[in-house]
């Protein structure tokens, strides 16, 4: 493939915006970073990225994002990434008011269809929003980028440019659960109930709990992103989504990321790709009476605090959807579940106080708290009895300091 000339498309100081994850349009990525030098100083925004080039990104590139997943870790390791600390929820209006940027977007996409128009295929999340507000729309057509449904297409002629490809879809391979993940899986799993509708992320541990869940009955998803681990249950008959209060029947996610044998299956899921107005819209999210939402965590502080951004003084995760799905879940939905392992590094993830205050999840926001020692169940618990019931369930060899510290707090 001939690389596109972006220089006759992008301008000195504009804003450019590309997908993420397997969706993210690699071949014109690498062509921005290579023909920065020539087009001048620009801004971009992206998310979750699998693309190791951006570990060399050039100086004339001033990268933003709502967190560091991904190879973007190491961009925020070198200085170069800023975060934007919002709500997954708040990115289309973010685009919207051109806080984020919209001069450029870089978009794959499928082939057109009998329709004429080209899918988002399983990528619409934020820039199913974002195309609509943007001036220079350039796409990859990806021949092995699937057609799905639920976000409306884009005609070719709507394409300022575009480049044929037909290369594999950047991926996740599976990790294997350990014993900890399985541990903190099994709790989980009697937190739910059948016809509950789950949110969970991408992980070993989520990829447990939802292999945990293989008893269950009519369950329903509704989430950010979809994995390998959502298709086994549908395949097993748990995840029919009969009960869901809307989307009956239908799986509705932003995105997906996984194995190869995930994206070959996408075509007999019951799936709706929408976009991040829709998955993450509190509107929406409070129609779902049934809502679990499980997010993961870095550190919970004794009062139920949850930090999911940083550690050891490094930018490691992001807002992203936890605070919306969490938030919801805890209010108008079924219960909102923080699950994690007691420890990372040989150190408590239970902590006196979150790591440079940094609250991700407000502790009104938090039902229950899981790790591999059992559940601390904090939906109506007095401030007076958090503490002790979350450090039950740290690791026993810190728990004494914990104890120790809360008594000192309270004496």
Excluded at 108 to 119: E, F, I, K, N, Y
Excluded at 150 to 161: H, N, S, Y
Aim: aromatic residues 4%; charged residues 20%; glycine residues 12%.
């Amino acid at each position: 493939m001939t690389p596109l000339d972006l220089r006759r498309h992008v301008r000195e100081g504009d804003g450019v915006w590309w997908g993420q994850a397997g969706a993210e349009a690699t071949p014109l990525v690498d062509a921005l970073i290579d023909q920065a030098g020539d087009i001048g100083p620009m801004w971009a925004f992206t998310g979750l990225s699998l693309n190791r080039r951006l570990r060399e990104l050039p100086p004339e590139v001033h990268l933003v994002s709502y967190g560091a997943m991904g190879e973007l870790r190491s961009v925020a390791a070198q200085g170069r990434l800023d975060i934007v600390p919002t709500h997954y929820s708040v990115l289309p209006r973010l685009f919207a008011e051109r806080t984020l940027p919209t001069d450029v977007g870089l978009v794959q996409l499928s082939p057109p269809g009998h329709d004429g128009l080209c899918s988002f295929g399983f990528g619409p999340d934020y820039a199913g929003d974002a195309v609509r507000h943007t001036r220079v729309l350039i796409g990859e057509i990806n021949a092995r980028m699937p057609r799905t449904v639920g976000t409306p297409g884009i005609a070719l002629e709507d394409l300022t440019a575009y480049v044929e490809t037909d290369r594999a879809l950047p991926g996740l391979p599976e990790r294997a659960p350990d014993e900890v993940d399985q541990a903190i899986a099994a709790h989980v799993a009697g937190l739910v109930e059948d016809g509950d509708t789950v949110q969970i992320g991408v992980g070993s541990l989520p990829t447990a709990i939802l292999d945990g869940l293989t008893d269950h009955a009519d369950l329903g998803f509704h989430g950010g992103m979809i994995t390998d681990a959502v298709v086994r249950l549908v395949r097993r008959g748990v995840l029919t989504g009969r009960r869901k209060e809307i989307d009956a029947g239908r799986i509705v996610t932003g995105s997906a990321v996984g194995t190869p044998g995930l994206y070959d299956a996408l075509a007999e899921l019951p799936v709706d790709f929408r976009p991040a107005s829709y998955t993450h819209n509190p509107r929406v999210l409070g129609r779902l009476g049934r809502l679990v939402a499980i997010n993961s965590a870095l550190a919970v502080d004794l009062a139920g605090q949850v930090g999911a951004e940083v550690s050891g003084g490094r930018y490691l995760g992001g807002v992203g959807g936890q605070a919306d799905f969490s938030g919801a879940a805890a209010r108008t939905g079924a219960l909102s579940v923080i699950a994690l392992r007691s420890t990372a590094g040989g150190r408590s993830t239970v902590v006196p106080a979150l790591p440079e205050a940094v609250v991700t999840t407000t502790r009104a926001d938090v039902d229950a708290i899981v790790t591999e020692h059992g559940i601390a169940m904090l939906r109506g618990c007095p401030l007076a009895q958090r503490g002790q019931r979350i450090a039950a369930v740290a690791a026993p060899e810190h728990r004494d300091e914990l104890l120790r510290g809360l008594h000192d707090a309270t004496a």
